[in-house]
């Protein structure tokens, strides 16, 4: 259902040069792509949710092409892979702002045809970058090692005193808050309520069961059939580039038939109001 990826498996793209070119876009033409937003009236509340979309129900919008044309390059990239989804009303790509003390109420996507990838730029102070993330890591290494010493220092004395003061060290680490939020690996019944959960991450995303914290600088790719809900409860946006792909387990010609499926409809009028 969900997965964290550092690279896209393919196509090959460099996802720190896609990272520094949609920064380059937001920072530089912020002003202008508000031209582009789509904010929506449902299904998020209370807040504002901005879209400044490159695929709009499938279609390609010249506009972001024209003012972004290094993100629209390689998001081509993988369009020519054959594994960027377009030609159908469920197809989107864009980036996704999430202004303070928003929420996007729980929903489920229109199909499983694809799979939904974030790719966050900014996320609000509360959240995590892969900095914070290897400066954890170190310093759980060095807890580890401190807590291994201190053990062995006990078992060398030969006495209890040191061995209980070694485990009074090692009960009192465990029960100091965790200052980040275990989002990237937690489960909602971990939590006794949404307020609880909320307080403790209060920029996240609720997969199913599942719920996550976004790094920037790392992908997070879901399939978003399943019900999830979204909220940003700090005072900054949290902005991130949304990409739709195909279903890995949709074969090439199952997808021509499925856009050709479309294309029909679309010519009989059917395909009015449809997408999400």
């Not at 081509?76 to 996704?96: G, H, K």
């Not at 790094?215 to 399943?226: H, I, R, S």
Request: aromatic letters at 8%; glycine letters at 10%; proline letters at 7%.
């Amino acid at each position: 259902m969900i997965c964290s990826l550092d690279m896209p498996r393919r196509p090959a793209v460099n996802l720190t040069t896609c990272i520094f070119l949609c920064l380059i876009s937001i920072a530089t033409l912020y002003d202008t792509l508000r031209a582009l937003s789509s904010p929506r009236a449902s299904p998020f509340q209370p807040g504002r949710w901005d879209w400044h979309s490159y695929i709009l129900k499938g279609r390609i919008q010249p506009l972001f092409a024209e003012l972004c044309p290094e993100t629209s390059r390689l998001l081509q990239e993988f369009n020519r892979q054959s594994f960027l989804m377009r030609d159908t009303p469920f197809s989107f790509s864009f980036f996704s702002t999430l202004h303070g003390q928003s929420v996007v109420a729980p929903h489920t996507g229109p199909s499983n045809l694809r799979l939904r990838c974030h790719l966050p730029l900014i996320v609000p102070q509360g959240g995590k970058t892969e900095a914070k993330e290897e400066k954890k890591e170190g310093m759980k290494e060095g807890r580890r090692e401190e807590e291994k010493g201190g053990s062995e220092e006990g078992r060398e004395g030969g006495n209890q005193g040191g061995g209980l003061q070694s485990a009074a060290g090692k009960d009192s680490s465990r029960t100091r808050p965790d200052p980040v939020p275990p989002g990237c690996a937690s489960s909602f019944a971990e939590f006794d309520s949404l307020a609880t959960l909320q307080a403790r991450l209060p920029c996240g995303i609720r997969i199913g069961d599942q719920v996550r914290e976004w790094v920037e600088g790392k992908c997070l790719v879901f399939d978003d059939a399943y019900e999830h809900e979204v909220w940003n409860l700090t005072e900054e946006e949290r902005v991130l580039l949304l990409v739709d792909f195909w279903h890995p387990e949709i074969a090439l010609e199952e997808r021509e038939a499925i856009q050709k499926m479309f294309e029909y409809a679309a010519r009989q009028g059917w395909m009015q109001g449809n997408g999400g």
